[in-house]
């Protein structure tokens, strides 16, 4: 795809060009990881400012904290069930805070005021290989959920409720997964680039509104993927009568 | 933009080391967040509300006993009004056959003395009485025996 350079130093438009980190026969992309370290060293800071001293009368940031952990079981029982919720409850979480997190960085911190000498820093979520990844482990997290909680009844569920439905559930564990990765690596990735063309087009007042959309788009995006995660690994341990 | 390079280096879903390196990390992240965020704060929270709720029983439970206390109360009470009112009924029934008997005691007293007076004030009129007519035929007698003198 190459790169579409503009004149604005805020409106450098780069799609798919990526600072290449080197190691041995592989190579990964260094403004993913840089990014996405900044991710998750916020969301450390805050938990650990948050912990260090919780009392019953909640104060400070353990009220946000609180908070986040009432959404989070909330989504988690809701999707998944009352049985087993609490042990996939940490991985939807940390699910939807890392994406959460990423998204809104990538949409409120300047990072095109940083040049790299390839690519550019944004959400670590608008690259296609995080998506993949947290698909993949959410793939990975309900076929554990069912063989673990049901065992081999699990494959069960391929026949349930007629044996018809078995070629669909079958292409359902590889859609599941390209949806997943797809929908949120499309849906930052556009918004990205949405605010850029326009910045790039009118730079004063009308990217403010689609700035303000992105926030929303992204923290939707965030709720959708683990609502979807948590669902699924709901499928896979419900009991079928 | 003349090369559409979708795939591999450069191209827009470029797979590399990225993928399995960000899996990993986003594991060991649940895992760091699971003991610093999850276990922490949801032992805190759920702390909180078993306190909640076993406060909320006890707190019914208190309502409950004060209820019932303040039904044997109100029980008690009106059994003591009742009682009271039954006292005061009897003692003034009680004051009443007191009174009663004094005035009866006093009437027939005062009947018997005004009797009495009657009886005596009868018999001294009936000696006066005597007393005259004993008199005038005295004095009757000495009348004729000094007009049949005078003769």
Redesign the interface.
Known sequence: ??S?SFALPFAELE????L?WQ?GN????GQ??MT?WLV?GA??AL??V??KK???D?RGV?NL??FL??Y??DLARTQIGEKVYRDW???I???F??IFVSNWGGALVPWRLIHLPSGELGA?TA????T???A??VSLSYFYAGLSNKGLRYFEYYVHPTPIMLPFKIVEDFTKPLSLSFRLFGNILADELVVAVLVFLVPLVLPVPVMFLGLFTSAIQALIFATLAAYYIGEAVEEHH | ??????FG???????????????V???L??????A???K???R??E??EG?VTTSRAEAKQKIAEAERLEADLRDQLKDARLAAQKVITEAEQDSDKLYREALSLATAEANAAREQARREIDSQRESALNQIKADADKLGDLIVERLLAAK
């Open positions: 795809m190459g579409l799609v798919g060009q990526h290449y190691f592989f190579s990964i992309h993913v990881f996405s998750i969301l450390l938990v650990v948050g912990t919780m009392e019953r909640p353990q904290l609180e952990w009432d989070i079981r409850m940490p991985f979480g940390t699910l805070l890392f670590p690259d296609i290989n995080t993949v990844a947290l993949l482990l | 933009m003349t090369s559409l390079l979708l280096a450069g191209g827009l879903f470029d797979f590399d080391a990225t993928l399995p390196l960000m899996a990390q986003v594991v992240l649940t895992f760091i967040l699971n610093l965020f999850f922490p704060v949801g805190v929270v702390e909180r306190y």
